[in-house]
């Protein structure tokens, strides 16, 4: 299979820049793989799309050179492979929070001997052998951390074989914690906590992720040692981006409105 993208970014030592999709739209999941991301993240968890809408996004990412990774349901092996099948260069697996959930989760994304994966992919441009021979080495697998029984298990989940990449759900593990689902980077307790998975994942030779959505929270998700940083989603910019355009219109209405005599 080709070369992984996300890979590449952090061969070099970069920041792997990513953008989240709905999963609704084939046309804007090919127009932002075009754009340049390293990698885009197809939500099913928290999203109205089905199989059939993934697999259209995978097929229409194809070429793009974007990784295309898909947010499951949850931790369940026969979903995982085939979504897979269907062409994902990864998956990210919500709600991990032991070592024996972050091993059956990859178990499922690896062929044997490294998992149990049941060979027969069916769109590997490049033929199945080739892409059985590379799989195991290319796919990303990223298990989200937002428990805290998960972040009680950091070094375990992060010590997992074949696991690439821890993955913070700061809404869910605010929530564990007894709060409420407020993302707020600056709060010293949540960024405390994103220092301490960005410090298990590096000690384990893993990757580590995180949203930032808001402003500064790029800039904090770099000062953290974040080596993916998720900085957009297609839900949200599309309402920030028709909310500008609308104020934009009121005031042009607002301002004829007023130049117009009573």
């Not at 609704?24 to 197809?42: C, D, K, N, P, Y």
């Not at 259209?56 to 295309?68: D, K, P, R, V």
């Not at 821890?166 to 993302?183: H, K, T, W």
């Not at 104020?247 to 007023?258: D, P």
């Amino acid at each position: 299979m080709p070369r992984n993208k996300l890979r590449q970014q952090w061969d070099a030592g970069e920041i792997a820049i990513d953008c989240w999709l709905s999963g609704s739209s084939m046309t804007a999941a090919e127009a932002v793989g075009r754009l340049g991301f390293e990698s885009v993240v197809i939500d099913t968890q928290h999203t109205m799309a089905d199989f059939r809408d993934v697999a259209g996004c995978l097929m229409a990412l194809t070429g793009t050179g974007t990784t295309a990774i898909v947010r499951v349901i949850g931790n369940e092996p026969l979903m995982i492979q085939k979504i897979l099948d269907a062409g994902a260069d990864g998956i990210m697996c919500p709600m991990v929070s032991t070592a024996a959930e972050a091993e059956a989760f990859v178990g499922a994304c690896r062929y044997p001997p490294l998992g149990y994966r049941s060979v027969g992919a069916y769109r590997p441009a490049e033929g199945m052998l080739e892409y059985f021979r590379s799989a195991n080495q290319e796919l990303v697998t990223l298990a989200q951390i937002e428990t805290v029984e998960a972040m009680d298990n950091l070094d375990a989940i992060a010590a997992t074989p074949g696991l690439d990449v821890l993955f913070m759900g700061p809404g869910d593990l605010s929530v564990s914690y007894g709060g409420e689902p407020v993302i707020d980077y600056t709060d010293p307790v949540t960024a405390d906590r994103h220092r301490r998975v960005v410090e298990a994942a590096h000690a384990a030779g893993k990757k580590a992720g995180m949203l930032a959505l808001g402003p500064g929270d790029i800039a904090r998700a770099v000062d953290f040692g974040m080596d993916m940083v998720s900085v957009a989603m297609e839900g949200l910019l599309v309402v920030v981006g028709a909310a500008a355009k609308l104020a934009e219109g009121r005031e042009a209405a607002a301002a004829r409105a007023e130049a117009v005599p009573a």
